[in-house]
């Protein structure tokens, strides 16, 4: 198992950057592969983007392929989601995941899981 804490979130105006990270705890770091989800608010919980365990590959969701990219640093057993150029709609609470498998955008399958952080764009 491992322990999964996001940070980095906040209040942004449209057009804006956020970076998010998720700090995980253990010494198996690079045996997980991470992804990060969020829920909005009445809406059910979606895959944002995941990388590969030693972060040759990430994969990101159209809904923000371009504005977003996915990243890690298995040194700091952290990884991090950068956002660009925000818009209202991803208003939500974001969630980092991990399991010691690549399970892709497969959300009822992984076993780890933060508290999230919450982000909010205004107009």
């Known amino acids: 198992q491992v322990q999964l804490v996001e940070s980095g979130g906040g209040l942004v105006q449209v057009g804006g950057s956020l970076r998010l990270s998720c700090a995980a705890s253990?010494?198996?770091?690079?045996?997980?592969?991470i992804a990060w989800f969020r829920q909005a608010p009445g809406k059910e919980r979606e895959f944002v983007a995941a990388?590969?365990?030693?972060?040759?590959?990430?994969f990101v969701s159209d809904s923000v392929k371009g504005r977003f990219t996915i990243s890690r640093d298995n040194a700091k057993n952290t990884v991090y989601l950068e956002m660009n150029s925000l818009k209202p709609e991803d208003t939500a609470v974001y969630y980092c995941?991990?399991?010691?498998?690549?399970?892709?955008?497969?959300?009822?399958?992984?076993?780890?899981w933060g508290q999230g952080t919450q982000v909010t764009v205004s107009l």
């Open positions: 995941a991990a399991r010691d498998k690549w399970v892709y955008d497969r959300e009822n399958e992984y076993d780890n």
């Open positions: 253990g010494r198996t770091f690079s045996s997980y592969a």
């Open positions: 990388v590969t365990r030693s972060g040759a590959n990430i």
